[in-house]
């Protein structure tokens, strides 16, 4: 399993896209679409049949509005299989209302199916399990696992107990921090990843995505001296 950074930035950065994730294996899975997202996959992999889902965590625009030019392209390149996207309830609704203002008069000829997480799914072999964050929407945090490795990523939002207890046991968990000290109640801050690692059976690995631009050069030096990792665009990750 390979996991690529294609973007690590809170929503109003100007050196970082949007946070989103490509989970690499025999299923490939796109963890948030973002409005920058769709340039970041184009750079890294252009195949417009190359991912098989689209994960979004929850309706902020910096984790979803991607969705529009990345499903047009995909139909504009020739692609011919089954897109599955995946989230919280209404998530039908949502994508395809937002599809109809962004490209209402364009058919894509592709099918796309919709899945409702809320409480688990099993997609090909892959194991995606959810929980809630404390955000100022409803975002669900996810754990994927499939041949032995796990992968988490939070989306945004204050660690609740239920994520803290996804999270254990998984080889990498990719975590919002978006201060270094508790600044918004509804995001995550590096006291709470603390946390995270001090769970009695956490993650094996901690990566920070997500950090508000003001602080990133300065939680990123704080949190690699304690052993987290702070990626780049394009950072990847072999578990």
Same mark, same amino acid.
């Given at each position: 399993?390979?996991?690529?950074?294609?973007?690590?930035?809170?929503?109003?950065?100007?050196?970082? +896209?949007?946070?989103?994730?490509?989970?690499?294996?025999?299923?490939?899975? %796109?963890?948030?679409?973002? !409005?920058?997202?769709? /340039?970041? %996959?184009?750079? !890294?992999?252009?195949? @417009?049949?190359?991912?098989?889902?689209? !994960?979004?965590?929850?309706?902020?625009?910096?984790?979803?509005?991607?969705?529009?030019?990345?499903?047009?392209?995909?139909?504009?390149?020739?692609?011919?299989?089954?897109?599955?996207?995946?989230? /919280?309830? $209404? &998530?039908?609704?949502?994508?395809?209302?937002?599809?109809?203002?962004? #490209?209402?008069?364009?058919? &894509? $000829? *592709?099918? %796309?199916?919709?899945?409702?997480?809320?409480?688990?799914?099993? %997609?090909?072999?892959?194991?995606?399990?959810?929980?809630?964050?404390?955000?100022?929407? *409803?975002?669900? +945090?996810?754990?994927?696992?499939?041949?032995?490795?796990?992968?988490? #990523?939070?989306?945004?939002?204050?660690?609740?107990?239920?994520?803290?207890?996804?999270?254990?046991?998984? $080889?990498? =968990?990719?975590?919002?921090? !978006?201060?270094?000290? @508790?600044?918004?109640?509804?995001?995550?801050?590096?006291?709470? &990843?603390?946390?995270? =690692?001090?769970?009695?059976?956490?993650?094996?690995?901690?990566?920070?995505?997500?950090? $508000?631009?003001?602080?990133?050069?300065?939680?990123?030096?704080? +949190?690699?001296?304690?052993?987290?990792?702070? @990626?780049? /665009?394009?950072?990847?990750?072999?578990?």
């Amino acid at each position: 399993m390979r996991v690529v950074f294609l973007g690590v930035g809170e929503a109003f950065d100007k050196r970082e +896209a949007s946070t989103s994730i490509l989970v690499e294996s025999d299923f490939k899975i %796109l963890l948030d679409c973002g !409005y920058s997202t769709p /340039q970041s %996959l184009w750079n !890294y992999k252009e195949d @417009p049949d190359f991912i098989d889902a689209i !994960y979004i965590s929850h309706f902020h625009a910096d984790h979803w509005f991607g969705i529009p030019p990345l499903l047009v392209r995909m139909w504009e390149d020739g692609r011919r299989r089954k897109l599955r996207i995946i989230g /919280q309830r $209404n &998530i039908e609704e949502k994508v395809r209302s937002l599809m109809e203002m962004g #490209y209402g008069n364009i058919g &894509i $000829n *592709y099918e %796309l199916e919709f899945i409702e997480v809320d409480e688990g799914v099993e %997609l090909d072999g892959i194991s995606i399990r959810a929980a809630r964050t404390e955000h100022s929407l *409803y975002n669900l +945090a996810v754990r994927i696992d499939f041949d032995g490795k796990s992968v988490c #990523y939070s989306g945004d939002g204050k660690l609740t107990d239920d994520v803290k207890k996804l999270f254990k046991r998984s $080889n990498l =968990a990719i975590c919002e921090c !978006y201060s270094i000290k @508790p600044f918004v109640r509804t995001h995550s801050c590096f006291d709470d &990843i603390m946390s995270l =690692a001090d769970e009695e059976d956490g993650p094996e690995l901690i990566a920070l995505v997500h950090i $508000n631009r003001r602080e990133r050069d300065m939680l990123k030096k704080i +949190a690699e001296e304690k052993g987290f990792i702070v @990626p780049k /665009q394009f950072d990847a990750i072999d578990l």
